[in-house]
C-alpha cells in the first residue's frame, strides 16, 4: 500500500531515513546519522504539515515501511512550476520488486494534478545504474552532469540532475 506519511509515521520515517543515509551514503547529499541525531521534534512537524504540493510516499507492505520517495514544490512565484523529488530510497531486501516503480508511478500521478506545476526535477549519483533506469523508463531525461558533486570516503561522485515534463 503507498500513502503520504504523517506524524503517526514518525518512528518509521525517521528510521528508514536514518537507514538510507547510513546504507547508501553516496546516494545522498545528506550526511549519515543515527536515528538518535534526528529532531523528532522538528521532524513530527514537519511530517505533519505534509499536504498535497509537499508530501513523503510510503510504501508499507503488512505495516512495514520499504520505501519512501518526497516530493517538493516550492511556494516561491518564480520556482513554484517545478518541483522536485528527494530522498528516494527502498530497502536492499524489497528492491526487484517494483517499489520504486509503484513510488514514482504514484508520484507523478499526484504531480498530474498540481495546476500550474510544469516539471519535475531529480538528481541520482551517476553511477546508480537502476535507479537511473528507473527515471528514463518514466520519461525523466537528463539535463546536466556535476562532476566531482560529492566526495565520500575518497570517491569523487558525479551527479546527474534529470527533469520530467507534465502532460499536457
Known amino acids: 500500500m503507498i500513502r503520504p506519511l504523517d506524524s503517526d509515521d514518525l518512528d518509521a520515517f525517521i528510521q528508514i531515513r536514518s537507514d538510507s543515509l547510513t546504507q547508501a551514503p553516496q546516494a545522498f ?3 549519515p546519522r543515527p536515528v538518535s541525531a534526528f529532531d523528532r521534534t522538528q521532524t513530527e512537524k ?4 505534509k499536504n498535497e504540493k509537499n508530501f513523503i510516499l510510503g510504501y508499507f ?7 519512501i520517495m518526497g516530493f517538493v514544490l516550492s511556494d516561491r512565484e518564480k520556482v513554484r512550476h517545478r518541483a522536485f523529488i528527494w530522498g528516494v530510497f527502498v530497502y536492499p531486501q524489497y528492491r526487484g520488486k517494483g517499489i520504486g ?4 508511478e504514484a508520484t507523478l500521478e499526484r504531480a498530474k494534478g498540481i495546476e500550474g506545476l ?3 526535477v531529480l538528481s541520482v549519483t551517476a553511477s546508480a545504474e537502476a535507479a537511473k533506469s528507473l527515471y528514463e523508463s518514466f520519461g525523466f531525461e537528463t539535463y546536466g552532469l556535476e562532476r566531482d558533486a560529492m566526495r565520500w570516503k575518497g570517491q ?6 534529470m527533469e ?4 499536457q
Do not use: H, N
Open 29 to 31: 547529499g545528506s550526511d
Open 46 to 49: 514537519d511530517l505533519a504539515a
Open 61 to 67: 507492505d503488512k505495516g512495514v515501511l520499504q520505501g
Open 101 to 104: 516503480r509503484a513510488l514514482m
Open 118 to 120: 510544469v516539471k519535475v
Open 156 to 161: 569523487s561522485l558525479d551527479e546527474l540532475f
Open 164 to 167: 520530467w515534463y507534465k502532460p
